[in-house]
């Protein structure tokens, strides 16, 4: 079975632009989440959606939006890039079971210039 | 506010000996997850404890949880080169969800 896939791998924006990350989730996981690991850090909660609507928001701005479709794949959209935002964007997939262990894709890297 | 400590931040280590990577939280939980994570690459799950003394081993790696105490223990024994990694504990932010709170990271390089 495939894992989770990102898209796209790599990701240059400037100041200012907007960015949509996309992610699909391990077949027959309903639930995502999507992380922010800065160069040195641990990953830092942004949101997470099961069954297509938004179950937890991290300490991020408005500018982080996300959405999960029917098939279960979501997008995640930055607006208004800031250097700050430069990191390594990760999805997790799980399955409603009892350990609700996540399984995390190969991320996204952006990087804002 | 729940919050995941790790300690040591860094760790270097011989081939051959013991090391104890140690993850401390600061609310209750029932559950805690040790990630491995490659330089540029991703997270790659090592163990899910999900009860007090739950304790998991898998190779030269054995995972411990104390609920009680809050703490969860990474053991390393007769480390190799091939451990050299960095080390994650994580936390769920409520014991019904997903979404995970991670420590900083434990960044493990074993030398010759």
């Known amino acids: 079975d495939a894992g989770v896939t990102q898209s796209p791998t790599h990701l240059i924006k400037t100041r200012g632009q907007q960015v949509t990350l996309r992610c699909s989730p391990i077949?027959?996981?309903?639930?995502v989440s999507w992380y922010q690991q800065v160069l040195g850090q641990g990953p830092q909660f942004i949101f997470q959606y099961y069954e297509k609507e938004e179950r937890g928001r991290g300490n991020f701005p408005d500018r982080f939006s996300a959405r999960q479709f029917p098939n279960y794949s979501s997008e995640l959209n930055v607006n208004a890039l800031l250097l700050g935002d430069s990191a390594l964007y990760l999805c997790?997939?799980?399955?409603?079971?009892?350990?609700?262990?996540?399984?995390f894709g190969p991320g996204t890297r952006l990087t804002v210039t | 506010e729940l919050k995941v400590e790790q300690n040591p931040l860094f760790l270097s280590m011989q081939e051959g000996k013991n090391y104890t990577i140690y993850c401390n939280y600061s609310?209750?939980?029932?559950?805690l997850y040790w990630y491995r994570q490659d330089p540029g690459k991703s997270l790659e799950s090592l163990f899910v404890?999900?009860?007090?003394?739950a304790v998991k081993q898998e190779g030269r790696l054995m995972a411990s949880l104390d609920t009680k105490a809050r703490l969860s223990t990474l053991h390393i024994t007769a480390a190799v080169h091939d451990l050299s990694a960095t080390y994650f504990c994580?936390?769920?932010?409520?014991?019904?969800?997903?979404?995970?709170?991670f420590g900083k990271g434990t960044s493990l390089l074993v030398t010759p």
């Open positions: 077949s027959g996981h309903k639930s």
């Open positions: 994580a936390v769920p932010l409520s014991n019904s969800g997903y979404a995970l709170n």
């Open positions: 609310t209750t939980s029932d559950r």
């Open positions: 404890l999900l009860s007090n003394g």
């Open positions: 997790a997939s799980s399955f409603r079971g009892s350990s609700y262990e996540q399984y």
